[in-house]
C-alpha cells in the first residue's frame, strides 16, 4: 500500500476555512450523516409501509405496493450518496441538491427524519466553506 501523503489535483482551490487538504469541513461530514439516516428511514419506511399493508388487506394490498417506490430508491440512493461523501480518501462528488429536494418531498410519506434532512442539506450547500471543498474536488 502506498504510505505518500495526499496531493491537492492540479487547479484546486486552496483551503480558505482552517482545514487541510483531504479534510471534510463539518458540515459536509453532518451532510453524509444526516443523508446516510434518512435513507436508513426511507427504506424502513417503505419496507415497512408494503408488509402493513399487504397483510393488512391479505394480499389485494399488493396493488398499491408501487407507491412505496419513492422512498425505496430514494433510500438507496442516499445511502450511496453518503458513502461516497463518507469515503477516505475523498471522492470527487457534486453536491447533490436533487437527493435534498426529494428528501423534502417526503413529507408526502410522513417521514419527518428525511424532512429535516433535506432542509438542512439544502442550507449546508449554500455555506461558503462546503462550495469550496466541493470546488476543491472538481465537482
Do not use: R
Amino acid at each position: 500500500m502506498d504510505q505518500t501523503p495526499y496531493s491537492p489535483p492540479p487547479g484546486a482551490v486552496p483551503p480558505q476555512y482552517g482545514y487541510q487538504y483531504g479534510e471534510k469541513p463539518g458540515k459536509v461530514t453532518t451532510i453524509a450523516v444526516m443523508t446516510l439516516v434518512s435513507g436508513i428511514t426511507n427504506i424502513l419506511w417503505a419496507l415497512g409501509v408494503t408488509a402493513l399493508v399487504v397483510v393488512g388487506t391479505i394480499g389485494i394490498g399488493l396493488l398499491c405496493a408501487p407507491v412505496t417506490l419513492l422512498p425505496l430508491v430514494l433510500g438507496v440512493f442516499e445511502i450511496i450518496y453518503a458513502m461516497k461523501l463518507m469515503a477516505n480518501p475523498p471522492q470527487p462528488v457534486k453536491p447533490n441538491q436533487t437527493l435534498a429536494i426529494l428528501e423534502i418531498v417526503m413529507i408526502i410519506g410522513g417521514n419527518l427524519v428525511s424532512i429535516a434532512a433535506g432542509i438542512l442539506a439544502l442550507v449546508f450547500y449554500n455555506e461558503p466553506e462546503v462550495k469550496a471543498y466541493f470546488a476543491q474536488y472538481g465537482a
